[in-house]
């Protein structure tokens, strides 16, 4: 730890909005992740100014596990540079004393104060510090700016910085950003701007996506509009295929959880890819046209049941149980629970069934309506079917496949299911799946029950 001749200091302003005694710490690390449980900090820079002393702190430090490649590409920091580096273990004290009774201040404060409070809990200690976030309080002090990132504040402020993507180049941009909005920014708004950021949540506290990751630009690129996305890996082959209503937000979503509950994890993804489309169709066929060109299963399919109906003796009997698209069946829900409560409160909502039907008593299951004793068993199908139409019925109304023309495409379906998409340029090939040789075209009642589905109404 030693005092720096690189970084300046403008003493013409005043901390008194924080506490005029308050060191101030201007951190940046560089990371094998963004996972603060799992991945390792490989450097580290702290600026602190305490008044007008200024004091840094800096070091590459070797993690356990190899340095993913795109980690080495963004930031310069190769396995063989930290080959002869020390575990960060042993700077544990110094890191502490630098930090300590100071301010913490980073672009993306809290995954960065989080990165450190895992590694000292792990090592039995602790960090008490106060966060600001000057992501925040760039966009507080900046709202007619769409990005507030470093690069872009390094742009916007002429700020000279010797590497970015680095962490002493970042923590010296964070700190001469400092400097600049006590020149340019009125002190009582600097001071609003200030208290309003230090008494938000810690959870609101960081950037949208971590500046160390190498996606911001691709991220900020991706357009905001429904659509799918894609996260490919070195090999070009996809690791996720998605759906989206705001593609750019939910693909940030993706990058900034904590947990990340795919079974890839974020340091495997080589590029991303948005295929915006405003119309639910659209974007559905597209995400179908997508499996089938990367030959790509979602693993998290969701499970759907319905009611469906047999008859015993000329007697309806009613089932709920995972959907079967090739029959005829009523409502989609996720939950068979859910779905019998709902059949059941349409049952005992018609007193007459209940006085007709089980002695003024309401039905509990759907076995009791199964074992009504009833003469007058039309009478009884006629009732259970006036209850059943009041969920949606999937009927599929063509003899076999059908298609629908989307572009230059033709994307075939058979009772409720996608089969695959054919070039329109091969109508022969169309003809020789469809029964009889006579392709039918969805109708709009068909495409509308698509979208239901494909929107999962039923929850």
């Known amino acids: ?18 506490n005029k005694n308050t060191p101030l ?18 450097e580290i820079a702290i600026i602190r100014v305490d008044n007008k002393n200024i004091t840094e702190f800096q070091h590459l430090f070797k993690p356990k596990a190899k340095i993913p490649e795109f980690i080495q590409k963004l930031t310069g920091i190769t396995n063989k540079k930290v080959a002869n580096q020390p575990d960060i273990k042993l700077y544990l004290d110094e890191i502490q004393n630098m930090l300590k009774d ?59 910085i ?21 020149q340019e920014i009125d002190p009582d708004v600097l001071k609003r701007s200030i208290k309003t950021v230090l008494e938000q949540k810690n959870s609101k506290h960081s950037a949208p996506i971590h500046q160390h990751t190498p996606f911001e630009k691709s991220i900020n690129q991706l357009p905001r509009k429904p659509g799918v996305f894609i996260f490919f890996n070195q090999e070009q082959a996809p690791l996720l295929i998605e759906k989206a209503n705001n593609i750019q937000s939910k693909v940030r979503t993706y990058l900034t959880k904590k947990n990340n509950q795919h079974s890839f994890s974020i340091a495997q993804i080589a590029s991303i890819k948005g295929y915006p489309n405003p119309s639910i169709i659209g974007r ?35 089932h709920i149980a995972k959907t079967d698209f090739k029959h005829v069946f009523y409502g989609l829900y996720k939950s068979p629970e859910i779905l019998q409560k709902k ?22 299951s759907i076995k009791e309506i199964n074992q009504v004793e009833t003469v007058d068993i039309s009478s009884f199908n006629q009732d259970i079917n006036t209850i059943l139409e009041k969920f949606p019925k999937y009927e599929w109304p063509y003899p076999s496949v059908a298609y629908y023309p989307y572009g230059n495409d ?22 020789s799946i469809t029964l ?17 589905h494909s929107k999962q109404l039923a929850k």
């Open 1 to 18: 730890m030693d005092s720096s001749s690189n970084i300046f200091c403008l003493y013409n302003f005043s901390f008194s909005m924080i």
């Open 25 to 42: 710490a201007f951190v940046d690390i560089e990371t094998t992740g963004s996972q603060s449980a799992n991945d390792e900090i490989i």
């Open 102 to 160: 100071t301010v913490f201040i980073a672009h993306d404060v809290n995954l960065d104060f989080n990165f450190l409070q895992t590694l000292f809990e792990k090592n039995g200690r602790h960090l008490d510090n106060t966060l600001l976030c000057s992501y925040q309080l760039a966009k507080q002090l900046y709202p007619e700016d769409k990005k507030h990132g470093v690069d872009f504040l390094v742009e916007k402020h002429h700020i000279d």
């Open 162 to 182: 010797p590497n970015r993507h680095r962490a002493y180049g970042d923590a010296l941009a964070i700190y001469q950003f400092w400097n600049i909005i006590h």
């Open 284 to 318: 559905d066929l597209i995400f179908l046209k997508l499996q089938q060109k990367y030959q790509y299963t979602n693993t998290k399919q969701a499970i759907y049941y319905s009611i469906s109906q047999e008859c015993v003796n000329n007697k309806i009997q009613l």
């Open 343 to 364: 059949l059941l409160l349409f049952i005992n909502a018609d007193l007459n069934l209940i006085k007709k039907y089980n002695n003024d008593l309401p039905f509990k």
């Open 410 to 431: 033709y994307y075939l379906f058979d009772h409720w299911q996608f089969i695959e998409v054919i070039p329109k340029l091969q109508p022969t090939n169309l003809e």
């Open 436 to 452: 009889n040789n006579e392709p039918k075209m969805l109708d709009k009642s068909t495409i509308n029950q698509l979208k239901k």
